[in-house]
């Protein structure tokens, strides 16, 4: 509803024939969505903080592996290499206190993970083929809410319905609130893979932890909390990260470097066709140079 506004600006036939194109990917995200919101709460009901969070750390290796299936994007070990460092780093990091689960909440957890990263994923995919990123929160944020619905009525409308009559108030506003938060998130999120990818994305969400750790240290006095296994797993998440940026600065560069030897290229055998050929020129272009046509 936030977004219908902005969104609906938009032509129907636009929202048409996108529906009718990428309704599958759409479908998917949606679901995925909310089957990792649901795993991961139901997890935390018998499973420690402690194990949820080092079982979530591995986000980032499960989405490489899932985009090298989906959208075939093969990481090179370099890559490889940095994201289980820093894997490994952030599971170090946020180990504290008991690990302790029972089986089925483990379970429930992983999956949880593999839906974080099989949604984050398609939103990829989708992303690439054109799709702006208000219309994809647009469109899969009603999936998520038919996926989530009916469990919410069953099992927590009751007891939602008797906290709302007493507070109103409360509950209202803190549902606008999150509401508009998770619009927000889930908008800036989506720009995020866009501008970048599915992997660093979730690269960048590893270290977002370890950097509120440290700030809480620099910040807020905890210092006194940071053992030695933490300082060691917050190095070796940094090693990680400078890693896999490195690898992907040097793809970057090396892509760009390529460019200008390809235009060239390509003015050189362009111009050996004659002047007057349109034959590489794009198809805009080549409507703009043909002749006009005969009366």
Known sequence: MVLAPIALRTQWEIHE??????????????????????????SLLDISLSLNQIIRSAIPVVTCLLSAVVE??????QEVT????????????????AVTGKPHAIMFCILGTVCNGAMMTFSSKLLSEKLDVVR??????PVSLVCLAPFMFWREFR????????????????????????????AIHALVIKRTSAVTTTVIGEIKIVALLALSALLL??????????????????????????????KARSAAATLPRVASQNGTSSGTKGNNSTEDLPLLNKEMTSPPPRV
Not at 162 to 178: E, H, P, R
Request: proline letters at 1%; hydrophobic letters at 50%.
């Open 17 to 42: 024939r996108t529906l009718t194109k990428q309704w599958r990917g759409i479908v998917y995200i949606g679901c995925f969505m909310a089957l990792n919101i649901a795993l991961n709460n139901i």
């Open 159 to 186: 007891n939602f319905q008797a906290y709302f009559v007493t507070n109103n108030t409360n509950v209202t506003g803190i549902m606008l609130v999150s509401s508009l938060n998770a619009v927000c998130y889930n």
């Open 221 to 250: 006095g905890e210092s006194k909390d940071f053992t030695a296994k933490m300082l060691f797993g917050i190095g070796l998440a940094m090693t990680g990260f400078v890693m896999y940026s490195h690898v992907k600065l040097a």
């Open 82 to 97: 940095a994201l289980l460092i820093l894997t490994i780093g952030v599971m170090i990091t946020v180990w504290q206190g």
């Open 72 to 77: 075939r994007k093969i990481p090179t070990q």
């Open 136 to 141: 994809l929160t647009f469109y899969t944020a």
